[in-house]
């Protein structure tokens, strides 16, 4: 009965790879979001689709892009991975996109780029 | 924009010791506050949340925070802690921006309870 899925959970891979993160949400919400947490903790939104749309793109670099095939789905693929792309990457989904939403997180995909 | 600090970044207590959890925030507009909670190893979870009314809001696992506008705080408090509190802890604002929900997070506190 999960909610919010993320595959993979660990990633290591070298320094100008392309790779991709998975999420998925069972919960039929409409809106999904893609976090970054540093190795200090610190939580950034990236991107957020709503109903399959993008509707918030903070400033990531175009390495990174965020694609919806349904609502239920989000993906992450980053191009050229470098070394301070390794983070913690939580997909995170809600419905509607309302102010006081709660968001349900996935458990997150730990990225080491060597 | 708005923003969120927390300005402790680790709190140790030990067990069935009050513990406060400090806040702060800055905002323009109406504000929407929440507390989330990372486990270790987890992604996190809502643990409470100020929207409007009520300025004292509770969890069902013994936190509570309360909204201070005057003060611009929203700090989370818990009367005893258990072993079982030990995290992180996120405070957010929500910020509305195109549309859409932005949650901006405080740095983290990270709760550590000894025996």
């Known amino acids: 009965d999960t909610a919010v899925s993320q595959t993979p959970k660990y990633l290591v891979t070298q320094m100008g790879n392309d790779k991709s993160i998975k999420c998925e949400q069972n919960l039929g919400h409409d809106t999904m979001y893609w976090y970054k947490q540093d190795s200090k903790k610190f939580l950034k939104i990236m991107f957020s689709?709503?109903?399959?749309?993008?509707?918030i793109n903070e400033t990531v670099p175009n390495r990174f892009s965020p694609k919806s095939p349904d609502k239920a789905h989000l993906n992450l693929h980053i191009n050229s991975l470098e070394l301070g792309d390794s983070a913690v990457y939580f997909c995170?989904?809600?419905?509607?996109?309302?102010?006081?939403?709660?968001?349900?997180f996935g458990p997150g995909t730990r990225l080491t780029v060597l | 924009a708005q923003s969120v600090t927390q300005l402790d970044s680790q709190v140790p207590v030990f067990e069935e010791a009050p513990v406060e959890l400090r806040c702060n925030y800055s905002s323009s507009v109406s504000v929407y506050l929440f507390w989330y909670v990372q486990y270790p190893n987890q992604g996190l979870q809502l643990l409470l949340k100020?929207?409007?009314?009520?300025?004292l809001v509770e969890s069902i696992n013994g936190f509570e925070a309360e909204f201070n506008k005057s003060q611009t705080s929203f700090h989370l408090r818990k009367p005893s802690v258990h072993i079982s509190d030990t995290a992180e802890y996120f405070c957010a604002v929500s910020e509305r921006i195109q549309g859409a929900q932005k949650l901006v997070f405080g740095q983290g506190t990270r709760l550590t309870i000894n025996p």
């Open positions: 689709y709503n109903n399959k749309e993008l509707i």
């Open positions: 100020y929207l409007s009314g009520s300025t």
């Open positions: 995170a989904s809600s419905q509607g996109s309302g102010p006081g939403g709660e968001q349900f």
